[in-house]
């Protein structure tokens, strides 16, 4: 039997944080025709409070790749929260990961799994995995260790 997105979900026992507010002038997603851009997420806690610090400097790369997760379950709420539902996403497009590292810091790919695996989990692997880049910045919004922006093809 083939399991629904809310079920994929729900089946992780992982929560959803609050859906973020936009930090400045955008909109948090836009459906276009059958897509939804979604901007560029920071790593929002259940606390509505975010994970702070620079990978390689203020944290090794495990605890990056579970700032990434966290950064994939704000977009979900975002998702969420606009959409009504997971199950109306039919698969993810593109992934941009943005990585808050040191110059020396080499594997953004590995960070950005966190989130990718998560998007894997909730819409399988056929749907839930899209095309991706991985980058590292010098900085991010309020020292955040990730920001990533995606898009998905509406069902």
Same mark, same amino acid.
Not at 1 to 20: G, W
Not at 90 to 112: A, Q, W
Not at 149 to 154: D, G, N, S, Y
């Given at each position: 039997?083939?399991?629904?997105?809310?079920?994929?979900?729900?089946?992780?026992?992982?929560?959803?944080?609050?859906?973020?507010?936009? +930090?400045?002038?955008?909109?948090?997603?836009?459906?276009?025709?059958?897509?939804?851009?979604?901007?560029?997420?920071?790593?929002?806690?259940?606390?509505?409070?975010?994970?702070?610090?620079?990978?390689?400097?203020? +944290?090794?790369?495990?605890?990056?790749?579970? #700032?990434?997760?966290?950064?994939?379950? #704000?977009?979900?709420?975002?998702?969420?929260?606009?959409?009504?539902?997971?199950?109306?996403?039919?698969?993810?497009?593109?992934?941009?990961?943005?990585?808050?590292?040191?110059?020396?810091?080499?594997?953004?790919?590995?960070?950005?799994?966190?989130?990718?695996?998560?998007?894997?989990?909730?819409?399988?692997?056929?749907?839930?995995?899209?095309?991706?880049?991985?980058?590292?910045?010098?900085?991010?919004?309020?020292?955040?260790?990730?920001?990533?922006? #995606?898009?998905?093809?509406?069902?």
């Amino acid at each position: 039997m083939i399991m629904t997105a809310e079920e994929n979900f729900a089946n992780l026992n992982l929560e959803l944080p609050p859906a973020p507010t936009p +930090m400045g002038v955008y909109k948090p997603c836009l459906i276009v025709d059958n897509f939804i851009y979604v901007s560029g997420h920071g790593t929002v806690k259940m606390d509505g409070s975010r994970i702070i610090g620079r990978i390689g400097e203020d +944290m090794d790369i495990e605890e990056g790749k579970l #700032a990434a997760r966290q950064v994939g379950l #704000a977009i979900l709420a975002t998702l969420k929260a606009n959409l009504g539902s997971l199950d109306r996403i039919k698969r993810v497009i593109k992934v941009l990961g943005m990585v808050n590292c040191t110059s020396d810091f080499e594997r953004h790919p590995y960070v950005i799994n966190g989130c990718s695996e998560l998007f894997a989990a909730v819409w399988g692997t056929e749907n839930g995995i899209g095309v991706r880049s991985a980058v590292g910045f010098g900085s991010l919004p309020e020292n955040i260790p990730v920001e990533i922006e #995606a898009m998905f093809e509406l069902a």
